[in-house]
């Protein structure tokens, strides 16, 4: 248990939505701050692979000029798969690497591999600028590591750029059923001080299982924290308000969100 003085969470009630085995570097965050976590897995992720696609994919590895990874997901995944194709990380050719974010950046140094590009505006439609901006785009190959759900903004504008792009799906994000899970439950009865929404497929997921999760008439109601401004615009699509939201999609970025909208 904690002893630090001061807590800025001290004695709030954070519900967390993401995926239960991705949830724990955040979770240990927010308690690190004083605050008690709900876990309530709304979606879960899997690996697609070894599919026809992702076997192409790494055998033209040395062809491409850009490997784009769109989310941590997408890191987790491409070298789950990668490591059972090669031993060896110089297998991953000479390809520059682009990150749509800190956090999926993060991901890549786990790997030891740095990012070269991660966009100011870390969305599809930033990165895309940005890597318009880094260079000429006509006829390069590039490969862009994403999931089940992931728009087609970034290759179509990469496309619109004239570079030939390949979209390849690693990993899957489905939604959980959470109608019988224990933090539910506790939900629905005690409701938090607030709900993390760490990606749209939890906002989603969320929406789609609202009868589940509808609170009491005594049950506290949540402030709603989103991780960035794609969950964002998802959150206010379904009508969800968003009360907090991290200055960059991180967990230490959520947190710090968090500690400042409580701090007032």
């Not at 976590?37 to 000029?65: H, M, N, S």
């Not at 109601?221 to 206010?236: D, F, L, Y």
Request: hydrophobic fraction near 40%; glycine fraction near 6%.
């Amino acid at each position: 248990m904690s002893t630090k003085k001061n807590q800025p969470l001290e004695g709030r009630k954070i519900v967390v939505t993401r995926a239960a085995d991705q949830s724990g570097s955040l979770v240990e965050l927010l308690a690190a701050e004083g605050a008690e976590v709900i876990e309530l897995p709304l979606i879960q992720t899997r690996c697609t692979g070894p599919t026809l696609d992702t076997q192409e994919a790494f055998k033209e590895l040395w062809t491409y000029e850009w490997l784009i990874f769109t989310s941590p997901n997408g890191v987790r995944y491409f070298f789950e798969l990668f490591f059972k194709t090669f031993d060896d990380i110089r297998s991953l050719g000479g390809a520059h690497i682009a990150a749509v974010g800190n956090g999926t950046a993060e991901a890549l140094r786990k790997f030891y591999i740095k990012a070269e590009l991660i966009p100011e505006v870390q969305t599809s439609e930033g990165l895309a600028e940005a890597l318009t901006r880094e260079q000429t785009l006509d006829n390069l190959n590039i490969l862009i590591v994403t999931g089940n759900q992931a728009s087609e903004e970034l290759s179509a504008s990469l496309e619109a750029a004239l570079a030939i792009v390949d979209k390849v799906q690693f990993y899957s994000t489905e939604r959980n059923d959470i109608s019988k899970h224990p933090s539910a439950a506790r939900f629905r009865s005690e409701g938090a001080d607030a709900i993390v929404f760490a990606s749209g497929s939890a906002v989603e997921s969320f929406v789609a299982q609202a009868k589940d999760l509808k609170t009491e008439a005594n049950a506290r109601r949540p402030q709603a924290c989103s991780i960035g401004p794609v969950t964002t615009e998802i959150m206010k699509k379904y009508g969800i308000p968003v009360d907090i939201s991290a200055a960059k999609p991180t967990p230490s970025d959520i947190v710090k969100a968090l500690c400042k909208h409580f701090a007032k």
